[in-house]
């Protein structure tokens, strides 16, 4: 009996950091023909390229079939040095660039059948795309693995150079860790990486200097009040501000968190605004007790024009994302919908082509998935999370990407980036991008986010504004308005408080309103703060007042209610205002209402005033008189 061979095109697809097994066969009988085991480092150097070698055994389920070739498409631009052998010899390998991937075939030697035989074979190259040096911080990521029957084992050993230091945050939790010759090495196993790629950083924050523009026009008849949205401290970063010119009327903070500077225009006016400072972007939270007040929390959850998460079709998918046995928590219900939109979505490139990107908004973006930019993975997931009750809201800002291919740009004509943010009530607001877990095949941007996530503004109670920095444009101005470099110099938060009081001369017997200004002379934020007021003899309404948050270069206004004893009180008096452990003292002068040098001009006036209405009255008598007679 003449044993029937069948020619077997085996395909294995990697997406940078996803792996999936996709046999294809000229007979399909067996599509699953054979089964595969992998032992597979990645070795990093100094510099971040990483040395990947897959140590793969193909096992044969079957007697009609054997593998002549295999194919690795890697969500990889940067691949070099690829080299195949076996226990025979160097294997041919083609090489070829697919768009955001390269195709890795191999050609093997041997033809391996029967039932249980094994082929035994050594893939290695090397990328870029694996590690990165991104300021103050390393960050490595590796591949997660798609469930497959006929993967029998998936070991990975992640090796960093020991001068990267602990790695702040890594996810899985490795099965093991060990040291040797100036290299950790973390080890861990297709369990794990099934449902998580490896995700490690070393360094535990990130610094970053800005230059921005904002240009502002008032094309109205009339003067107008308008405003730009300064990049704003959050959860995971710390902001400072150098510079403002020209300096603002006020710098304000709205309900999602943003600080609002804000400008007077006049009719016609056209203004350039110039931003400088500093951020540091933190691992984790910083925030150790979150609490979100059930105002925004109900705003969180409403339904916009595009979050529309009351659309029957978000309905209707989510209940099928979340299935009959959906989870209790926000956290899973989160993660299951991350997943979705991650895997659901296809990133469209050539969408960044256009002169204005239109945005799709969440319905359009789950019926017609394969054009999607950063906005539709955000708005998704932000009308599905909010139609299972999770508070979840937009952030637009910088992202730094060593690679533009696999980690893409999209918002604005100065190429920012939108990503998600959603409430748990234990860790407060977690921000993830589904975008780049797309992008990237499956790193894992759901259970740790990088610190190249820079916020510059916050959208929660409206899915349209307020507008990010790099968006404020006017006719004719084209250039680049976003510069974000990474920095070495860390930086201390300096609010630094400033009272001043107005008038400081009062008259006795009547109401008086003195104005106190507190402002922030600062580079940060001035944290909510009670105010006291004390005088020695004058008599204040109102001793006590709550001062919310100042921005810096902000301020925040109160007016006294003072009163005298009586119309004849004549002094100077202290007022002293207490704010942040600080006393600010102000000198008032009290004037009685009647005094011999201004008795003159009071006589005066009132037999002025008295005159008036005298010759008023007999002026209309005269007329009266004259009307009756000429009648």
Not at 105 to 129: A, R
Not at 493 to 505: E, G, M, Y
Not at 515 to 529: A, C, T
Request: glycine share 6%.
């Amino acid at each position: 009996m003449i044993k029937k061979i069948l020619l077997f095109f085996f395909s294995l697809l990697i997406i940078h950091n996803s792996l999936f097994i996709s046999p294809v066969t000229a007979a399909l009988e067996d599509p699953q023909g054979f089964s595969t085991s992998y032992d597979v480092t990645y070795d990093v150097g100094l510099d971040g390229v990483t040395i990947v070698t897959n140590k793969i055994t193909l096992k044969n389920l079957t007697s009609q079939y054997y593998a002549t070739s295999f194919s690795l498409t890697i969500g990889s631009t940067r691949l070099t040095d690829v080299l195949a052998s076996d226990d025979g010899g160097s294997l041919e390998a083609n090489v070829e660039k697919k768009g955001t991937s390269t195709t890795i075939t191999v050609k093997f030697n041997q033809q391996v059948t029967g039932v249980g035989k094994m082929l035994p074979w050594t893939l290695s190259y090397k990328s870029m795309d694996f590690a990165s040096s991104q300021g103050r911080v390393w960050e490595v990521s590796t591949p997660k693995v798609a469930a497959d029957k006929n993967l029998e084992s998936y070991n990975l050993t992640l090796s960093v150079p020991q001068s990267f230091g602990t790695p702040t945050a890594i996810t899985p939790t490795p099965k093991t860790r060990s040291q040797s010759f100036n290299k950790l090495f973390f080890t861990f196993d297709k369990d794990q990486l099934q449902s998580s790629g490896v995700s490690a950083s070393f360094g535990d924050k990130q610094l970053f200097d800005f230059d921005l523009k904002y240009h502002l026009e008032n094309k109205n008849f009339f003067p107008v009040l308008t405003n730009i949205t300064l990049p704003p401290d959050s959860a995971f970063q710390d902001v400072i501000f150098q510079a403002i010119v020209p300096t603002p009327i006020n710098v304000t903070l709205d309900d999602d968190g943003n600080y609002l500077a804000w400008y007077r225009l006049k009719r016609g006016e056209r203004i350039e605004i110039k931003v400088v400072g500093s951020a540091r972007l933190y691992n984790s939270s910083k925030v150790k007790n979150p609490s979100l007040p059930e105002e925004l929390r109900t705003n969180y959850t409403q339904a916009t024009r595009f979050w529309s998460s009351d659309n029957p079709l978000i309905k209707s998918k989510l209940s099928e994302i979340l299935g009959t046995n959906s989870p209790e928590s926000n956290f899973e219900k989160a993660q299951l919908i991350h997943r979705f939109v991650a895997g659901y979505l296809r990133y469209d490139s050539s969408r960044l082509k256009a002169e204005g990107i239109e945005r799709l908004g969440a319905v359009t973006a789950l019926t017609n998935p394969q054009s999607a930019v950063c906005m539709e993975y955000t708005d998704l997931f932000i009308a599905l999370a909010r139609a299972a009750g999770i508070p979840a809201r937009e952030l637009d800002g910088y992202a730094y990407t060593a690679n533009p291919e696999l980690r893409p740009l999209s918002l604005s004509r100065d190429i920012l980036h939108a990503w998600p943010e959603f409430w748990d009530e234990k860790k407060g607001w977690i921000m993830i991008d589904p975008t780049w877990e797309s992008t990237t095949g499956g790193v894992d941007y759901f259970n740790k986010l990088d610190l190249n996530h820079f916020v510059f503004a916050i959208k929660g109670l409206s899915s349209e504004n307020p507008s990010p920095a790099g968006s404020y444009k006017v006719d004719g101005n084209s250039g680049k308005d976003v510069s974000v470099t990474f920095s070495d110099s860390d930086f201390e938060l300096k609010p630094r408080l400033d009272v001043s009081i107005t008038p400081a001369q009062i008259t006795a017997g009547f109401p008086n309103k003195i104005k106190v200004r507190i402002n922030n002379l600062g580079n940060s934020l001035h944290p909510s703060d009670q105010l006291t007021f004390a005088a020695g003899q004058l008599i204040i309404l109102n001793k006590n007042e709550k001062m919310g948050p100042v921005p810096s270069f902000g301020h925040a206004e109160f007016e006294l209610d003072i009163r005298t004893k009586s119309l004849l009180d004549s002094y100077k008096d202290t007022l002293e205002v207490s704010v942040a452990g600080e006393k600010y003292l102000q000198e008032i002068n009290v004037s009685p209402f009647i005094i011999f040098k201004n008795f003159p001009f009071l006589l005066f006036g009132i037999i002025g005033s008295i005159l008036v209405i005298y010759l008023f009255l007999l002026g209309g008598l005269i007329y009266r008189k004259r009307f009756l007679k000429s009648r």
